[in-house]
């Protein structure tokens, strides 16, 4: 302690003792800009939803009765059997999902089927909020990203297609589910 | 310069030598620290949500697969048919639906390849069947790439994935358990 109150006292002192200390004081002020960035980095401020978005809306698609056979009588919804008087119809998805605002996110339904040579066949599409879809699906053949562009989400999944209620007429399909979330 | 040298020849010096370990550990603990929260942070966010969603799928496909009308019997489901060869001891009719049901995929798969940029494909369904007491009784897997099915007498248990379904299928005694196993799921950025 004495040698550093004799070292303060003259130029030279203050000099060693700045040097002394030069690498202490670096070194403090980088452990505290660590800490900070580490804190930064740890506190999640910002929850990329898009994802869930698209998964959601794309299960209430699957699960719901909006394309899936219903039984008439107990109201009992036959998910991965797909009703095709419903599909057929196109406006199904549009009148079973149905929102009063503006609805950002849209699908698109396509249905396949193999037939016994192995080639695939394409059945069909039905879209939900098809206005929507033409617009983000342009955005994402055009690579754009950040804002106002899109994601996409694609499951295909087999199912059954039948073509009347009491499943005397049906097939195996392949269900090909794409939805568009906006990038916002 | 004088003052540095002196600093470096005295008892003070050898402090600063100290210090200068300390400060390179505390950088490489320091880089460690951040290469791990930059890997970490949003990656095992998303990679969670992605296998609860895909064994949410390997469910549909299980439930799809059991309610739909068997090719091999229209009158009956292919659970009922799997029920079945159960009780016979021969899954002959349940290979055979599970092939005609699966197959398709690798078509689709391969239109979409060309269309999409992918994060990871679909690449193989597999069918495990349990008897009451949880053993193996017969399984099939399908390959979308190679587009072959294969008999999973040794691999059902252990190439089991977290992306998974199980349920449960009544038959005359007692019941078997029916998984579907999915490897990969399309997602489009």
Not at chain 1, 49 to 69: F, G, H, K, W
Request: hydrophobic share 40%.
């Amino acid at each position: 302690m004495n040698m550093t109150k004799n070292n303060m006292k003259n130029k030279k002192g203050q000099i060693e003792y700045l040097l002394q200390n030069a690498f202490r004081i670096g070194f403090t002020i980088i452990a505290l800009l660590a800490f900070f960035l580490l804190i930064n980095y740890y506190i999640n401020n910002k929850i990329d939803t898009r994802y869930v978005q698209a998964e959601t809306l794309a299960n209430r698609i699957m699960l719901s009765d909006a394309l899936m056979l219903q039984e008439r009588g107990t109201s009992r919804i036959y998910t991965g059997i797909v009703d095709m008087n419903k599909f057929n119809d196109k406006t199904s998805l549009d009148k079973s999902i149905k929102y009063e605002f503006n609805r950002h996110a849209a699908a698109k339904v396509k249905l396949s089927k193999k037939d016994v040579y192995g080639n695939v066949n394409y059945i069909g599409d039905i879209y939900l909020n098809k206005n929507n879809w033409d617009n983000l699906k342009t955005t994402i053949n055009s690579g754009a990203t950040g804002k106002g562009s899109a994601t996409m989400l694609i499951k295909d999944i087999p199912v059954t297609c039948a073509y009347d209620t009491d499943l005397n007429n049906y097939d195996y399909c392949i269900m090909t589910v794409e939805v568009i979330v906006p990038n916002s | 310069m004088n003052g540095i040298k002196k600093i470096t020849r005295n008892r003070k010096g050898e402090d600063m030598l100290v210090d200068f370990w300390a400060i390179l550990a505390f950088a490489i603990i320091l880089l460690l620290f951040l290469v791990f929260f930059i890997l970490s942070k949003n990656e095992v966010k998303n990679a969670e949500l992605r296998v609860k969603f895909a064994s949410s799928d390997a469910g549909y496909m299980l439930n799809s697969y059991l309610k739909s009308p068997s090719l091999v019997d229209g009158s009956k489901t292919n659970a009922e048919i799997i029920a079945e060869d159960a009780l016979n001891d021969d899954f002959s009719r349940t290979e055979d639906s599970f092939k005609k049901f699966f197959t398709g995929v690798e078509k689709i798969n391969a239109e979409l390849e060309d269309d999409y940029i992918k994060h990871y494909a679909l690449s193989n369904i597999k069918l495990c069947i349990y008897d009451s007491s949880d053993s193996f009784l017969a399984g099939y897997s399908f390959n979308v790439k190679t587009k072959t099915t294969t008999d999973l007498y040794l691999y059902c248990d252990i190439l089991g994935s977290i992306t998974n379904a199980k349920t449960m299928i009544p038959t005359r005694d007692s019941f078997i358990y029916v998984e579907t196993v999915l490897f990969g799921n399309i997602i489009s950025k």
